[in-house]
């Protein structure tokens, strides 16, 4: 699904090393590459190759992509921070398994951090997109590769192996015409009848470096304003929200379905952007919400985010089940029953 | 009337280097920049700089140019070729970020027969870092990181990265050089344009391995340093074309 | 012996010299010296003697030897 996405998008360049849970794209970008004239696949030899092969592509102008799965996303990080260092596109998927470590090849959100605090060394942020659904997940992807190309930044495209499983129907957005896309003026095709370009980042001079981080903060405040964005489900009347993202949101859903039917005043909002986070949303929600129930496949990272968005204002309850286990809605509903009532009860003592 | 006979090539930049007195890195830089020209290359030139002392080589060499994080030249080279064929593409890489941090992007870029061409250029030291033990250093060599002299039991034995690219299918022309004296700055240069003429010809990776003085970390004199090549370094790492598929390339 | 052909010339450019003298060591006539007095850097540059050594069979012959070995591209060689 994002192989045929990136391709629509105009994706030329993959290179990828492969790695459970996400060897489908690899293989499926493989296939896409090699009928096309201006088509590159790169079997690299290790994850650092791999995204400093797509270094290099960026460079000269392609839209180029890469996919891993967490251990592999971490070997990344050198060049994540290169991209966004050159001010690079690029697009990145992390396939999230269990971790920290080896781990598992489970579906999981523990690379919530990572991902969306940048990852590797210096002061930058990645766009970092959580598409909860197969048709999401096509239409984020030929997102990333514009906001990617617009910012000049490296996008991260956030999911895990129960996305590659959805068998859900999904259109397609019309391929892009590559003809049309915005040139380049910073692309490095050899300096003929222009001065030479350099694309780098080195700057010794401490005021130079300065200047260029004021200048990337700057340009994450213009992202942050333009493409912060949540999906929000159920929320008019609810006393309780839920809050996720990802295969989570799709879990929890669920349970807010089950417990409406039973007649339980809960809403979902979700994060779609995870960074920029959605914060604006959620302060605007606290205004009617009082209770926040934080769901991740992990022991509570975004968590830190909803609490920075709420300023102490709504209480803020968390339910992570790490490790790669898959709550059923059934679990989750219990969990938001459990809680509603709680909370139900001590506001009537008030 | 008198003719001008030598001058300072068009596609290097006006600026002083920044390099030592008797560095082996400012002769390179000018020897590609030559070539630049007389191949007529340089406006489809696009040069992957390295990490280490040649880091600023951007301000010297007048053509494209795309930093690498540090070792990873090759396979940043590998996604410019790729994407731009049409294009000579080549990575200039010292001793440390080419034949330790970056051994595997280099071994499989030739192993792959990625059409781009490497200036290895080999002296034996972590120079800008301030003289650390290198891949390449001799064994009894001094460094900063070696009390005593580099100890094979302890430190391993210099590593000829070069054999090892031969070995690898896809490598079609390997040659070392040096930089040490006259002869082998002309022959240096030979070398450096039947790699890029290899390139050009569309056969595959190409290589030189150039030999080159720090003077600075080896804490000898530029003289000193030259005489040193020849004496030791090139007894270790002999000159010679090591690697050669390509026959005569026109 | 046959009088040398002193057609050629050098001009170092003294401050882009930094002192290392790999000129005066490869020149083989030995017509690079160094300068007594420093350059704006702090090197004594070298410094082209000249063809008057009075010796008929030294003079430079405009081999370019001494400026291909320069780093710095500090010398130009002009021939007849
Ligand atoms: S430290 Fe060595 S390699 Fe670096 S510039 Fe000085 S002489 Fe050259
Ligand atoms: S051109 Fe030749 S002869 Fe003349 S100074 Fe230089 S090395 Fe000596
Ligand atoms: S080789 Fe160049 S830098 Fe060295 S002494 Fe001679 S002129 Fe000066």
């Not at chain 2, 051994?103 to 301030?130: D, K, L, P, Q, S």
Request: proline share 6%.
């Amino acid at each position: 699904m994002i192989g045929e996405a990136a391709v629509r998008a105009g994706c030329r360049f993959y290179a990828g090393y492969p790695i459970t849970p996400q060897n489908e794209l690899t293989e499926y970008m493989a296939n896409a590459m090699a009928p096309l004239e201006d088509g590159t696949f790169v079997q690299a030899e290790s994850e650092l190759a791999a995204i400093n092969m797509v270094i290099g592509a960026s460079m000269a102008g392609a839209r180029a992509m890469t996919s891993s799965s967490s251990p592999g996303i971490s070997l990344k990080q050198e060049g994540i921070s290169y991209l966004a260092a050159q001010e690079l596109p690029a697009v990145i998927i992390n396939t999230m398994r269990g971790g920290p470590g080896l781990g598992n090849i489970a579906p999981s959100q523990g690379d919530y951090f990572q991902a969306t605090r940048g990852g590797g060394h210096g002061d930058y942020r990645t766009i970092v997109l959580a598409p909860a659904s197969g048709q999401e997940l096509a239409n984020l992807t030929m997102t990333a590769f514009d906001y990617a190309d617009n910012y000049r930044t490296p996008v991260m495209i956030l999911g895990d192996g129960m996305m590659g499983q959805m068998m859900e129907p999904v259109t397609f957005p019309d391929p892009v015409d590559l003809q049309k896309l915005s040139p380049k003026p910073w692309k490095l095709d050899g300096a003929d009848g222009r001065p030479s370009r350099v694309i780098l980042s080195l700057l010794l001079d401490t005021a130079k470096e300065e200047e260029h981080n004021w200048k990337l903060a700057r340009k994450y405040e213009t992202i942050a304003r333009e493409i912060a964005r949540a999906d929000t489900y159920m929320t008019q009347d609810a006393h309780l929200v839920v809050i996720a993202y990802g295969t989570a949101a799709r879990i929890a859903k669920g349970a807010i379905k089950r417990v409406r039917e039973i007649g339980l005043k809960v809403g979902l909002f979700r994060p779609v952007t995870l960074w920029p986070f959605p914060q604006r949303a959620i302060l605007e929600l606290s205004r009617f919400v009082k209770d926040f129930l934080v769901f991740e496949m992990s022991t509570g990272q975004m968590l830190e985010d909803v609490k920075l968005s709420l300023e102490g204002r709504s209480r803020v309850h968390f339910y992570g089940r790490p490790g790669g286990i898959i709550s059923t809605p059934d679990e989750i509903a219990k969990v938001i029953n459990s809680l509603y009532h709680r909370q139900r009860l001590e506001l009537e003592e008030e | 009337m008198a003719k001008k006979v030598f001058e300072r090539p068009k596609y290097l930049k006006k600026s002083v280097f920044h390099y030592c007195p008797g560095c082996g890195h400012s002769i390179i830089h000018r020897l590609v920049a030559e070539l630049l020209d007389e191949l007529d290359i340089g406006k489809k030139a696009i040069c992957v700089p390295p990490a280490g002392c040649a880091v600023l080589a951007y301000n010297y060499l007048d053509v494209d140019m795309g930093e690498a994080p540090h070792g990873r030249g090759a396979a940043v080279a590998t996604g410019l070729k790729r994407t731009l064929p049409d294009k000579i593409v080549f990575t200039y890489q010292g001793d440390g970020d080419i034949a330790a941090i970056g051994t595997a992007e280099t071994i499989h870029a030739a192993n792959r027969g990625e059409n781009i061409t490497v200036i290895f250029v080999n002296n034996g030291v972590y120079g800008m870092t301030g003289g650390q033990m290198a891949p390449t250093t001799l064994e009894g060599q001094n460094s900063t990181t070696t009390p005593g002299g580099r100890d094979p039991a302890r430190d391993g034995s210099p590593l000829d990265l070069s054999q090892m690219l031969a070995i690898a299918k896809g490598s079609v022309y390997i040659e070392r050089t040096a930089v040490n004296s006259p002869k082998n700055i002309r022959r240096t240069k030979r070398a450096i344009k039947k790699a890029f003429k290899v390139q050009m010809a569309g056969l595959g990776f190409s290589l030189v391995e150039v030999l080159s003085p720090c003077p600075t970390n080896w804490k000898m004199t530029p003289v000193d340093a030259a005489k040193w090549v020849e004496e030791h370094v090139t007894k270790i790492f002999p000159l010679k074309v090591i690697k050669d598929k390509a026959g005569k390339v026109t | 012996m046959t009088k040398k052909r002193k057609k050629g010339r050098i001009v170092i450019d003294r401050e882009l010299c930094k002192g290392c003298y790999l000129c005066v060591s490869v020149c083989p006539d030995q017509l690079i010296g160094v300068s007594d007095s420093l350059n704006q850097k702090g090197y004594y540059p070298a410094e082209f003697k000249g063809n008057n050594t009075g010796e008929e069979e030294r003079g430079c012959t405009g081999c370019a030897t001494c400026a291909i070995t320069c780093p710095d591209v500090a010398i130009e060689v002009y021939r007849e």
